[in-house]
Every structure is written in structure tokens, then in C-alpha cells.
């Protein structure tokens, strides 16, 4: 059983940066593809990036191309999530998600973290 926990949330400013960390344990965890969704009260999990397993294989959701970067550690088992230029509409809870397999949609991964909020004023 993988254990996934978040963290690197906050309030910024519309502009500023943020990292988000997910940190795993109990598991292979260097063995599976990874990924960050984040979620806005009353909505559907929306993806925003994902990794493969060695990291070499990135996506990215159309809205943050080029002011995120997602990367990986697995010698630390660990996860970011680098957010540059955030904007208002960019606040949401990150979570980060963990599977075999991966996609770029929610019910494609088995484990999930308890999530992080972000959020951004204007």
C-alpha cells in the first residue's frame, strides 16, 4: 500500500511561485507513474501534470504549459511540483495521485494524497 502526503500550499499573490512536494511511502513508489490533479469545490479532479516512473516523460494540461514543471526524486521518493506566474484561477486542493499505469484522468490511479490547498489572489 502506497501512502501519498502533500505539501507546499498556501496564499500568494496572482505572480508568485509555489512548490508542492508529495512524498511517498510504503511502497515501490519509484516504480509508478505519478501525477498532479487538483480539484475546486463542486467540481470534477481536473488534471494538471504528469511524470512517468524514471521521469524522463512529462505531460502537462493546456493551462499551465510553461509555468509548471513537474519533476521527480525517486531517490527521495518524493514528487513537485514547480508553479510559476500563478493566477486566481489556478487556486484549487493539489493532490497528487500515484498508479501503475497513469493517465491524464482521475479514475486511472489507485492512490491518492489527502490533497493541499492553493490559493491565489488577485
Known amino acids: 500500500q502506497v501512502r501519498l502526503v502533500e505539501s507546499g500550499g498556501g496564499l500568494v499573490q496572482a505572480g508568485d511561485s509555489l512548490r508542492l512536494s508529495c512524498i511517498a511511502s510504503g511502497g515501490r513508489s519509484s516504480d509508478l507513474a505519478m501525477a498532479w490533479f487538483r480539484q475546486v469545490s463542486g467540481k470534477e479532479h481536473e488534471f494538471v501534470a504528469g511524470?512517468?516512473?524514471?521521469?524522463?516523460?512529462?505531460r502537462y494540461a493546456d493551462s499551465v504549459k510553461g509555468r509548471f514543471t513537474i519533476s521527480r526524486d525517486n531517490a527521495q521518493n518524493t514528487m513537485y511540483l514547480q508553479m510559476n506566474s500563478l493566477k486566481p484561477e489556478d487556486t484549487a486542493v493539489y493532490s497528487c495521485?500515484?498508479?501503475?499505469?497513469?493517465?491524464?484522468?482521475?479514475?486511472?490511479?489507485?492512490?491518492w494524497g489527502q490533497g493541499t490547498q492553493v490559493t491565489v489572489s488577485s
Open positions: 511524470i512517468n516512473w524514471s521521469g524522463s516523460v512529462t
Open positions: 495521485a500515484a498508479d501503475f499505469v497513469g493517465g491524464e484522468t482521475a479514475p486511472m490511479y489507485d492512490y
